[in-house]
């Protein structure tokens, strides 16, 4: 089996990683959270050191928090105080359980042969009217940044064909510039999608 060199990158730097200054992507959130009922079932994906799913927990969201890395896992466990799922993309299974899902700057490491299908397994884990948001960085060809992490890169157009085919509707897209941990401009792509 190949290395992962993105999940490399944060099982080895996982201590680091959360320690990092970081801001909630609160605008996005906000929107994302605003389709959902009072107390609807998240699933976050790439969770990181479990920030955005301690300020969900707070909204009063039942919150399923996971990440490809064990020990990013384990950072995220010591912050929330429960237990976090161990759980890469393409192992994703379930079916119809949450209402929505969370994958900030995270399915960005999804290798591009493997999106289609993520995102379609990301499509069966929704209930109807199900919510997904997530963001991904764009501009140039794939390829490693100078830690070693794999982006995929899509432009909006690709990132709306991958959506459509998954399932899902009412595909809204921003395009912004910001920053990145790498420290290099960065144009993001946010998506905000789900199903009918």
């Known amino acids: 089996m190949t290395r992962d060199p993105s999940l490399a990158f944060y099982e080895e730097n996982a201590a680091l990683y959360a320690a990092r200054d970081r801001h909630l992507p609160e605008r996005q959130l906000n929107r994302f959270v605003e389709r959902l009922a009072a107390g609807a079932r998240i699933l976050e994906l790439g969770c990181g050191a ?8 707070q909204l009063g969201f039942d919150v399923t928090p996971s990440d490809g890395s064990a020990s990013m896992a384990s950072q995220a466990e010591r912050r929330l105080g429960r237990p976090v799922l161990v759980l890469p993309f393409q192992e994703l299974a379930y079916e119809a359980e949450f209402d929505g899902i969370w994958a900030n700057a995270c399915l960005l490491h999804v290798p591009r042969a493997d999106l289609a299908d993520v995102l379609a397994r990301i499509a069966k884990a929704l209930r109807p009217h199900g919510r997904l948001y997530a963001s991904f960085k764009t501009g140039g060809a794939e390829g490693t940044d100078r830690f070693g992490r794999y982006y995929n890169r899509p432009t909006r157009e690709e990132l709306a064909k991958l ?3 998954a399932g899902f509707v009412g595909i809204e897209i921003e395009t912004l510039s910001g920053g990145a941990f790498d420290g290099e401009p960065t144009t993001w792509l946010y998506l905000h999608t789900g199903l009918a």
Not at 50 to 57: C, I, K, M, P, Q
């Open 50 to 57: 479990g920030g955005d799913s301690a300020e969900l927990l």
């Open 163 to 165: 959506c459509e085919a």
